[in-house]
């Protein structure tokens, strides 16, 4: 009777062990599947951004400035108000919403409009600098990177480095990642979907 309470004991103890085991074992492939789709997500938001620039010509910003206005009145505050309302029929893009007085407003100005918006401030006593005088030299100057093992969003990549990175990660993820065709760009470039 002292032995079969004996063994009872040790696969009782034996049993605790194995369900600690396999809890951690869930523990980690819980927190490995929540990696995974974290990197799926980020793959397919990188993705789409690729499509989007391989869909047709790349947007150009030449002569674009971003105007800095600060609203000191309630004047300066409902022109503000009323321009980011109208900004999509305008095609003005508010960097910096207006929030309140005294508050920046960050606003990217296409070049035929700059001077109007400058003469619009001055006129109204707004204080107003140009933060970035040309948007287009800005993108020109960021650096274009080498795609490693690693996509990140700093940095521009080349479209066949990315391509290759995508094959990268087929390889090395044969069991969630794989690669389709589906269809070609305007400049005749395939859109691959991962």
Known sequence: MHNSAQNLRLTDEIGAKNIKLADARIFKFRTAAAEIMRFAAALIVAMMMMMMVAAGDQRRYDGYQVLRFKPESRLHMSIMDQLFKDSPQLGLDFWSEPSKLGNDV?????????????????????????????????????????????????????????????????????????????????????????
């Open 106 to 194: 960050d606003i990217l100005v296409k070049p035929d409009a700059t001077e109007a918006f400058a003469k619009m401030a001055a006129r109204l006593g707004m204080e107003h600098s140009v933060l970035i005088k040309d948007v287009q030299s800005v993108i020109d100057s960021q650096p274009v990177a080498e795609l490693g093992s690693k996509l990140t969003w700093d940095a521009y990549y080349q479209f066949e480095d990315i391509l290759a990175w995508t094959e990268e990660m087929r390889d090395a993820f044969p069991d969630i990642v794989t690669l389709q065709s589906i269809g070609e760009s305007y400049e005749g470039r395939e859109i691959r979907l991962m």
